[in-house]
C-alpha cells in the first residue's frame, strides 16, 4: 500500500511553485469550490487532487490557498454555474515588480484564473484520506 501521509507544501518562489504546480496537476475542483477574499487578499481553491505520489490511483481533497493577492481575474470560467467542474493542468509565474507578479492557473479548456500578488505565497494540503478512484489521467504525447 502507498504511503497516505498528507501532502503539506509551501511554495515562496518560482521552483516552489513548480513543485506544487506537479501535485495538483488534473485535480479537479467545481467552480463554486473557488473563494476569493478580496479584504483578506486570499484565494483558496478546494480541489480533488489526483495522488501522483502514491503510486496507486487514488485521489484526496486538497486546498490550495494563494496569499497576498492584489487582484483576481478569471478567463472562461462560468462563475454562473457553480456545479461546473473545472481540471488544473499547471500553476505558472510571471515575474512583476519583485517580489511580486502573477500567479496563474490554467485550466483544461482553455480556462484560467490570474492571480496578481504581492508576493509567492501558497500553501497547498491534503484535507481528507485518500480514496480509491477508478481512472488515472491520460496525457496525448
Known sequence: MADARPLQLLAEDPDDLAVMSAALQDAVAKVGDISFEGRARRLTIAFNRFRWEAGERQRVRSALQVGGVLSLQARKIRRDRPDAVIELLAIGFEPGEA??????????????????????????????????TPRAPTHET
Open 99 to 132: 517580489p511580486g507578479g502573477v500567479v496563474t492557473l490554467s485550466f483544461a479548456g482553455g480556462g484560467d484564473l490570474r492571480a496578481e500578488v504581492e508576493c509567492i505565497d501558497a500553501v497547498l494540503a491534503d484535507v481528507s484520506d485518500p480514496w480509491p
